[in-house]
């Protein structure tokens, strides 16, 4: 998304070149790490499921992990993975709210993706003001910005201002009106 950009990586030298132990240790980096992409743990745990003799309760033994932590990792056949990690999070309605917003995918998908880092708590009144600038108001966004979330939370801290002072000056002008 940013070809200038500075991104942080663990390079290793493991003995193996077998892929499956590769992720694995990778998988145990993420989960020891305490690591917020829920994302990559998912590929990393479908990706070893899906390599034979490797079951759930193999690799929650190799890895040392509760079998009930990794199988919060795997998605449900029916579910999408934004209905899943909102159930992991405690954020369903938040990500219903998201997910049937007149925003474009992109725009949903970015959405997810802040509501998911758990840094600042996006609430339905954050993306209420959201939708109203992009939608309501006709502006653009582009959520592929490298400064795409700082952004997003300058727009909705300068239009709740501007809801509350239009607010504050219409209370004054009917305050007035009475007198």
């Not at 892929?19 to 829920?38: A, C, H, M, P, Q």
């Not at 954020?91 to 959405?111: D, G, M, R, V």
């Not at 709740?160 to 504050?168: A, P, T, Y």
Request: proline share 2%.
């Amino acid at each position: 998304m940013d070809a200038n950009g500075v991104f942080t990586c663990k390079v290793s030298h493991y003995e193996s070149t077998d892929k499956i132990d590769r992720f694995i240790r990778t998988l145990n980096n993420l989960l020891v790490e305490g690591s917020r992409y829920w994302s990559l743990k998912n590929f990393y745990l479908k990706s070893i499921l899906a390599a034979p003799n490797w079951g759930i309760s193999s690799l929650s033994h190799r890895l040392k992990v509760d079998q009930a932590d990794l199988e919060k990792l795997i998605l449900h056949p029916t579910l999408g993975k934004n209905e899943k990690l909102a159930n992991s999070l405690g954020e369903q309605p938040l990500f219903n709210y998201i997910k049937n917003s007149t925003l474009s995918a992109e725009n949903k998908h970015f959405l997810f993706s802040i509501a998911s880092k758990n840094t600042v708590k996006l609430t339905q009144k954050d993306v209420s003001t959201f939708v109203d600038y992009h939608m309501k108001q006709g502006n653009t966004f582009n959520c592929f910005h490298p400064g795409a979330e700082n952004i997003f939370w300058e727009i909705v801290k300068y239009m709740d201002h501007v809801k509350n002072v239009h607010w504050e000056i219409l209370s004054n002008v009917t305050l007035r009106i009475h007198l």
